[in-house]
Every structure is written in C-alpha cells, then in structure tokens.
C-alpha cells in the first residue's frame, strides 16, 4: 500500500512543480534576474578555481601565493564597472561604439601583426621569454603591452564585432535577401578580422566565425549563405594552418607545423603518443588533462587539493582550468559549471527571442552563441572531443581582457533584459527611486501599446436549427 501511495504522489509532484517553474519564468524581470544569477556565481567560481589552480605556481616562482587571484580580482573588478557602464547604455551608444570598437580592434591586430611578423622573418628579435619589442610596445603571441597594460584585441574585436554587426544588418532589413546588400561591407570586413585574428590565433577565430553564423542565422538568411561561408571558413583554417609553418603565430620556419599537429592530436590514442615531455609534445596537455578527469572521480579530491596543479598541467590557471575543476570538484563540480553555463544560454537565447527591436535580437543572439561556442571548445578540448585551441573557458579562467569583455557582454544581455515588453512596462509601473537609477540603471524606455487584436465574429448557429430560428423572430420571408 505504501509503495502505491508513493508511485500515486509522484505525478503530483512533478505536476506542482512543472506550474512553478513556469509560473516563474513568466515574471516580467526572470530573464533579467536569471542573467544576474548565472553569471554571478560563475564569476565566483571563476576566482575560486583560479586561486586554487594558480597559488601553487604562484608561490613558487614570486614567493606569494596571492600574486595570480589579485590581478584577476582587479579585472573582475574592472569588469564588474564595464557591466555597469553597458548595462545603461542605450541602443543608439551602442552602434556607435560598435564602429569605434571595430576600427580600435583592426589597429591593434594589425599592429600585433605586424610585429609578429616582423620578429617572424628575424627583423625583430624576441627574448627569452618570447616577447618582441618595437619602441614602447611589446607583443606576444595574442597580447600587446603598452607599459605595464596588456591587451588582447582578439577579445576586443568580438564584442566589436558582435555590435557593428548587429547594427549593419539590423539596417539592411529585408536586403538581405540580395547577395550585393549582404557581402558589402560585412564580408570583406568578416575576411579582414579572420586573417587579422587567425594568424596568431587559429582559436578566436572559430568563435569569430560561430558568433557570425549566430549573427546570420538571427536575420534569417538563406542556407547557401551558411554553406559559402563554411566553404570560406575551411579554406581559411587550410591556409592559416599552412601559415603556420611560415612563422604564424608561435610557430616557425622550417619547424613542425604546430597547428595542425594541435588540430589533430586528439583524433589519435593516447598510447600512440609521446605524452612525457612537457616541452611542445602535442599529447602531453591532454594526457594530463584526462588524469585529473580521472583522478577526480564523482565528488572530486577536494578544494584546493589538486596534485596535478603543482607542474603538471600546462596552463592550468587557463586553457585546462577545467582540468583542475574536474580534479577538486568531480564530476559533481563540473555538471555545476555547466548547469550554470546551460541557464545562461538559456537566457540569452530567452532574450533575443523576446526582445522586439532588431538590433537587440541580433546582438543578444550573437553573444549568447560567442560564449557557448566558447565554453564547448574549451571544455571540449579539455576532456578530448575536440582539438586544443587555447581558448580560456568564459568566466572561469584566469584572463584580464576576456574576463572585462565578457562582463560587458553580460551588461549588454542585461539591458536587452529590461528592454523586454513585459519587463519595460513593469519597470516604469513601479518606478525605482531615483538614486537607485542613478546608481544601478535607468528606466528602459516603453514599448508601443499593444495593438488590438481583430474584433471577434459572433458564432454562427447549425444551419440546421432553422426552426427554432425562425420561431424566435428571424428573417421573414
């Protein structure tokens, strides 16, 4: 009896919850308030699991554990006030700004370009540590230094790319269907940021491509557009991949192609690998990697005490900071870090759904695929099921420029937010005190009033109730 009684109070269950969750996600302000509670606590996972991954190495080479977890508390810092900033942003700032990010993102890359090259082809020497100087600026690999500021205009030229995108096509409309509106000016400037990007790095520049497709797919364009440029995008990788062995990014002539041995180092068995040389062995990472996923089990090692962080694991603080999370926190940690990722998708595609002006649908769109195109190749090479990219997985790892970017991405979804129908109506209903907007957001403005709907027909009687119909005083003959 009792096993009836507990197999009859199942549905119940599930019945009283499925209603409140809806019941939930139908509040005016829940995609605001879900994008606030996702990235929130993955930022505070973020410092946690970068402390943890990095105070080992940190206390080894500087003698202070903290060195690592206070520059990234300074970026989170910074990016917290770039969150602020774009969450008040209006969508007429924005398309401005996107043409300033943009034009700032192709100085940059060209510059970085230019000087990698130059120490490519031995006009410029680089040091022990890899770095190559030009008068007051340095550059290595994907980062320019000016002084003691570093930057990383890969990670700039996404949001740049995510707004003047969002502003171009938002304004060629229906256009679009015409080949001439659509390559001008938007794929010549998609061919100048993929060459600009992908010779130093091959990574950001698949997520440039994924953001793009997200962009496309947003404005409803033909499918054959998406196979010219998957067509575009192969030939790209083909010849940035042969570049490599001209000196592109860190390779160099005459040596091993790195990048397609990093392309293809995780189609092979482990066993078929040389994975005990940590200098340049393209096996060695993802071994490791696959260790502390094996070491940490279902609930993991515990916080902090992971053995594999002490030298093992390359990059650890960053490209593999998933490793780690894997080692400490198990399986149960990892399925947290992805459940969050899931909630944040979720809203953002939620957002780009509901908002009604074009550009914020594009835009939210084109976000939301940039991060989960880049946390699914992070975590995907990380576990193997994809090549290594070195691309930092969104919120969690160590990284100043993608961590400030990101959260000024996050501001952005956050304000396409409160810009939804039901949200604006709600907000400027009860109006917050003035210092709280002041202090926080302004008030979104006010949709246009629904329209009315047609009016409703009266139902029309079975024809076969003529008599009644009759009798009650219809038409007469």
């Known amino acids: 009896m009792a096993d009836d009684r507990s197999q009859q109070a199942r549905p119940s269950l599930s019945r009283q919850l499925l209603p409140a969750v809806h019941g939930l996600l139908a509040r005016p ?14 930022l505070l996972i973020g410092l946690t699991m970068v402390f943890s991954a990095t105070s080992v190495k940190a206390y080894a080479e500087k003698g202070n554990a903290f060195t690592e977890i206070s520059s990234q508390a300074v970026y989170a810092l910074l990016g917290l006030v770039a969150f602020w900033i774009f969450q008040r942003l209006p969508t007429v700032t924005l398309r401005v700004l996107g043409r300033v990010l943009l034009g700032a993102s192709i100085v940059l890359l060209s510059l970085l370009a230019v000087i990698n090259a130059l120490a490519s082809v031995g006009v410029l020497t680089r040091d022990s540590l890899g770095v190559t100087t030009l008068g007051p600026i340095a550059a290595k690999l994907n980062w320019l230094y000016f002084g003691s500021i570093s930057v990383q205009p890969g990670e700039l030229a996404k949001l740049a790319m995510v707004l003047w995108g969002a502003d171009i096509i938002a304004r060629k409309g229906a256009a679009l269907g015409h080949w001439r509106e659509l390559a001008m000016p938007l794929f010549p400037m998609i061919g100048l940021l993929f060459i600009l990007v992908g010779y130093n790095d091959l990574g950001t520049m698949l997520v440039l491509l ?22 575009l995008g192969l030939a790209g990788v083909g010849l940035l991949i042969a570049a490599a062995s001209r000196g592109a990014g860190s390779g160099s002539a005459g040596a091993e192609n790195y990048r397609l041995r990093r392309l293809t180092s995780f189609l092979q068995p482990l066993e078929n690998c040389d994975t005990t040389s940590v200098a340049g062995e393209s096996c060695y990472q993802l071994a490791q990697g696959r260790s502390a996923i094996f070491e940490g089990g279902w609930f993991g090692v515990g916080l902090g005490k992971s053995a594999l962080k002490w030298g093992w694991v390359p990059e650890a603080g960053n490209d593999f900071i998933f490793a780690i999370v894997a080692e400490e926190l198990g399986v149960v940690g990892c399925s947290v870090v992805l459940a969050l990722l899931s909630v944040l998708a979720y809203t953002g595609f939620r957002i780009a759904r509901r908002v009604n002006d074009p550009f914020r649908r594009l835009a939210a769109t084109a976000i939301t695929t940039w991060l989960v195109a880049q946390a699914v190749i992070n975590m995907g090479g990380v576990v193997g099921l994809l090549p290594i990219t070195g691309l930092p997985l969104p919120f969690i790892s160590a990284g100043g420029t993608a961590l400030v970017v990101t959260m000024a991405a996050i501001g952005i979804l956050a304000s396409f937010a409160r810009a939804e129908p039901d949200a604006a109506r709600a907000l400027n209903a009860r109006p917050t005190p003035r210092w709280v907007r002041l202090l926080w957001a302004p008030l979104p403005p006010l949709p246009p009033p629904r329209r009315p709907g047609p009016p409703r027909q009266p139902a029309q009687k079975p024809a076969g109730n003529r008599t009644s119909e009759g009798a009650g005083g219809g038409r007469r003959r």
């Open 210 to 231: 994924a953001l793009i497709v997200g962009l496309l797919w947003a404005a409803g364009v033909q499918m054959r557009v998406f196979g010219a440029l998957g067509v």
């Open 29 to 42: 302000l829940s995609s605001y308030y879900l994008l606030i509670a996702s990235g929130a606590l993955l």
